[in-house]
DNA sequence: GATGAATGAGAGTTCATTCAT
DNA sequence: CATGAATGAACTCTCATTCAT
């Protein structure tokens, strides 16, 4: 009996997390067509087949699906920053544009999303802080990078190895900022690609800088 | 009488301009407190001073009021830039930083307003092409400065002017959006100047480059 | 042309006042068929013949027309009283007698609405206090007869006229509660009648009776 | 086992009569916060500890919980009265006096809960009869007294012990309006007493009064 | 051109009730 | 019998826009 009880009890959990999926997801899928706020709880319960209702038995407010969602794409962000494993690469540059290109790729599959979602950082101040962290968790993980660069003379020593960091994570968000504002966008690796290039003489050694 | 009727007329569009910045400035002044999308027209008049209606007079629409804003905004910056005589300076990137900073001074007096406009940008297809233009217009002009530089030696020239000036603005951009992501912000002026510093070499001519 | 002018505002102000009452009647008509708070918006404004959001053009909450019309209620009442004038009466307790079955026919007509509006105050401190200065102004009304009334021997003078007073007007309100609670209901005038004539000895003097 | 099943069904009747309790005691506790339809039935569930459709498995609606609640109140008031022993007392005004003094005392423990029955009351028929039956048992027991004072001269005799009794109740209940209806309350029991003394001389025999 | 009352679609949210587990 | 997720009708209130004056 206990069993079967945690059986259902695991099923009934399982629906309910399934369910919560089906609105967060309902919710992008909109977010791809118009901007957070100019949709309605009943376009996302309808598009997650929900009742109307059922939306508030997981989120109090609409706002707070958007912040349940960031959620989710900061623990995925830390998930994903702890399993790069980039010591065994030999130039770190080459480790930050490859990772950058990763998250790019990711982040490049939908601008309207994108779009989207800064709007509502504009305006919400929970939202921008949970960016806020997101960016300081990546920092601290490039910080790393730099330091190890540093240390073998590749990069510039006459900054920190955190200012290092903090300017290269600004890069990848000028890229961003960059992609969703072009009506007519060059995809999102590419430019970070481009800016990377660019910019690289400002963290590079350069063996006459006195 | 043909006379007076000018002048009557001319009473009278001074009137209806009048009443038609009233309107543009009673929005920019709630904006500052939220966002655009938030404040009812029947807020904006009541600020201005003016009934409901008469907004519909000026504005077809709620929107419109944004986009003629904005399209003041643009020609204030033209003018700007056709005022600018940077020929007399002896570097060109001692021109670029001090006009940065007079437009980061500008720019920087409202972060609530900023951001409104920034998230307006975001789902308004017409007012990003005016950023766009404006922002087109404003590399048109750092052009000229990149490739004097580029003459006398002062900046690299491995990547066309246009690059230049192209990033050049870029990283102004990113010090608007970093600074409208922070929630304590360091004042824009000040992050401008720091940016520039951290990615002057960038843009420089290093003696040694091959 | 201001003369056009006034008349026209006259015009619209008589318009708007009569939607007022518009609104009020319907919600009073609808109280007689179920209390208040089952009531929403949209049914007064159906009743009313006007649009769902024209209620809120003159009510900025639903409570609020509550409130109105019970203001309209005591501004009824005071004027009421002011054109008694029951100086020419012999007999102060007739005075009595017959102001409050005017009373009584007045507030007899609606069961159910007398019904919403006591409900009402029961949730509603605003609805109390202005029921409480009702009947307060009720009182000192009162007062002025049962003075009189003591001064010639026709009341008891082993309390003060204010007690009289204050227990006549209880008196009436509680032939109004025992009207509203009762579900074969006596016509409240008569109930009136009854009441005062058996609690009749505890306002008389004794003397006079036989 | 018949022994066996039948302690469990003790066992579970004696669950099953602590939950419907534990429903009708956390519907009053948050009456006393705000009235009986602005509580939800999650609150009550909450407040009560059980999930939300347990509700349902005691009372088929929502309503049904305060009738029940009422019912229990009539037989309470039944119990209360049968354990009257009246006869000893010398006056029964006195004894009036005391028993009305022991309800005021019960019944003025909750200003809101008192308020919130009330309002109840006002819109349904169901309750109505209720009170109606609690009111009509408490008469034909006031009857009893008045009967005896009749005869002992105690009471005035030109109107039956039925009226006296009658309106002895409906005294009680003014008082109860009154208090509810005030904003800045006496006590109950105050409030009785002073009523009582007031109108004593519509109940007492002429003779007797000095 | 200015006014502001009227409009009515639509928003977010609540909640009594049902029912599969 | 307990549970709590699902339901969907109903609610109050907002607001851009229209239009008669």
Redesign the pocket.
């Known amino acids: 009996m206990n069993v079967s009880k945690d059986v ?1 009890g695991n ?2 959990e399982r ?2 997390e399934e ?1 919560r999926q089906r609105l967060i997801e309902a919710a992008l899928s909109l977010m791809q067509e118009k901007p957070f ?1 100019q ?5 996302i319960t309808e598009r997650a087949d ?9 989120f ?4 707070h699906l958007l912040m349940a969602y960031m959620q989710e794409m900061v623990e995925e962000v830390y998930e994903f920053l702890e399993q790069l494993h980039p010591e065994s690469a030999e130039s770190q540059w080459e480790v930050l544009r490859q990772v950058m290109r990763v998250i790019a790729e990711h982040d490049g599959r939908s601008l309207a999303l994108t779009r989207s979602m800064f709007a509502a950082c504009c305006h919400n101040d929970h939202l921008r802080q949970m960016v806020a962290s997101m960016i300081e968790e990546a920092t601290q993980h490039a910080l790393m990078g730099f330091q190890k660069g540093q240390a073998t003379g590749e990069f510039r020593q006459d900054v920190s190895a955190r200012d290092l960091a903090h300017y290269a994570v600004r890069l990848y968000r000028i890229c961003l900022m960059e992609w969703i504002m072009e009506n007519d966008s060059t995809p999102l690796p590419e430019l970070v690609e481009q800016t990377l290039e660019f910019f690289k003489p400002a963290f590079l050694n350069q063996e006459v800088r006195k």
Chains 1, 2, 3, 4 share one sequence.
């Open positions: 259902a099923r009934r629906r309910k369910t706020e949709i309605s709880v009943e376009e929900v009742a109307k209702g059922t939306f508030f038995n997981y109090p407010t609409k706002e």
